[in-house]
């Protein structure tokens, strides 16, 4: 499968407008690309209690799922309120590491000029826990 991904990043970054987030005031979209091409969106919604924000990434794998999919090959995470480019939380990494394999490419981005290209697998190393996944739920 020919990954382009600057097009996920441009839906990460599509995303990114629809952020709640009136407290931090840093919106993050997450764009997951499936298997079939499709490409699923998610952007971060905080809260008042701030500990039941939900991040980008987390949106997009719930959202991803919501629609049917269990496995996604691509991730790309637009930071635009960031110069540098951030990669995402730890308890993502958890999530995310559910449904992608390690060699999945991530490439990250703030609005400054430079990003970040790497893999689940180099964000969450030593997934002992990884293939008790594959069941067939
Ligand atoms: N955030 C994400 O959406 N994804 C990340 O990977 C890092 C943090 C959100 C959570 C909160 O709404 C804001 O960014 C500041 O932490």
Redesign the pocket.
């Given at each position: 499968m020919n990954i382009n991904m600057q097009e996920l990043y441009q839906a990460a970054l599509k995303a990114s407008a629809n952020?709640y987030?009136p407290?931090?005031n840093?919106?993050?979209g997450?764009a997951l690309l499936a298997e079939d091409g499709a490409v699923i969106s998610g952007?971060?919604?905080?809260n008042r209690s701030y500990g039941l924000?939900?991040?980008?990434?987390r949106?997009a794998v719930v959202s991803g799922v919501n629609q049917g999919y269990r496995s996604f090959v691509a991730l790309a995470?637009a930071?635009p309120d960031s110069k540098d480019p951030?990669?995402?939380?730890g308890a993502?990494r958890q999530v995310l590491s559910e449904f992608m394999e390690s060699d999945a490419p991530v490439h990250f981005k703030g609005a400054g000029p430079e990003h970040m290209d790497t893999t689940i697998g180099t964000l969450y190393p030593f997934d002992s826990l990884h293939d008790l996944s594959k069941s067939t739920m």
């Amino acid at each position: 499968m020919n990954i382009n991904m600057q097009e996920l990043y441009q839906a990460a970054l599509k995303a990114s407008a629809n952020a709640y987030a009136p407290y931090s005031n840093f919106r993050v979209g997450a764009a997951l690309l499936a298997e079939d091409g499709a490409v699923i969106s998610g952007c971060n919604v905080e809260n008042r209690s701030y500990g039941l924000t939900i991040c980008a990434e987390r949106n997009a794998v719930v959202s991803g799922v919501n629609q049917g999919y269990r496995s996604f090959v691509a991730l790309a995470i637009a930071t635009p309120d960031s110069k540098d480019p951030v990669g995402p939380c730890g308890a993502c990494r958890q999530v995310l590491s559910e449904f992608m394999e390690s060699d999945a490419p991530v490439h990250f981005k703030g609005a400054g000029p430079e990003h970040m290209d790497t893999t689940i697998g180099t964000l969450y190393p030593f997934d002992s826990l990884h293939d008790l996944s594959k069941s067939t739920m």
